[in-house]
């Protein structure tokens, strides 16, 4: 049974390896070099994770030593960030370690977070995804629905809370 607990502080570098997963492209691609991590573009959704406003879960498993995986949100304001739609919309990233993909635990991590950010106040939530990635299936039963094309194709999707 997956247990979800908030996002912390100390979960710094496993977000930096959640984020990584995040940035997904199409079959055959393999996963992006990670030095992708260090520009500010991306760097933007995880750097100094804990600060105002952030708001994350993360997805644990009894007996595992790791988390399968996260999802988080952040307000990333003056029009920065793929999915940037207002200073006050958080933009969304999710991601499973690859063994844990394809079991439901992603939904249940998304419906936590959105959760989270509903009792914060939070009236809107924004994220990006490839045309190509399932994902937008899970996207779409959480409650997000394509509003726009982004640079490079990619959709930007939005939640109404």
Same mark, same amino acid.
């Given at each position: 049974m997956l247990s979800? &607990? *908030?996002l912390l502080t100390t979960d710094q570098n496993r977000l930096w390896d959640w984020l990584h997963v995040a940035l997904w492209d199409? /079959? /055959?691609a393999p996963l992006r070099p990670r030095e992708v991590l260090e520009l /500010?573009?991306? &760097? $933007?959704y995880a750097e100094g994770w804990g600060r105002a406003g952030d708001i994350g879960v993360v997805g644990e498993l009894p007996g595992e030593t790791e988390p399968v995986g996260a999802c988080w949100m952040r307000l990333v304001p003056d029009r920065q960030g793929l999915a940037y739609v207002a200073d006050d919309v /958080? +933009? $969304?990233g999710i991601a499973l $370690? *690859? =063994?844990h993909q394809? &079991?439901?635990y992603g939904q249940s991590l998304m419906l936590a =977070? $959105? +959760?989270s950010a509903r009792e +914060?106040?939070?009236r809107q939530v924004a994220l990006t995804v490839h045309p190509e990635n399932p994902a937008i299936r899970l996207y779409t039963r959480c409650g997000f629905s394509q509003r726009d094309i982004r640079a490079r194709g990619y959709w930007l999707m939005v939640a109404d809370l």
């Open positions: 979800i &607990r *908030p199409p /079959p /055959p /500010p573009g991306v &760097r $933007l /958080p +933009q $969304l $370690l *690859p =063994a394809h &079991r439901g =977070a $959105l +959760q +914060q106040g939070i």
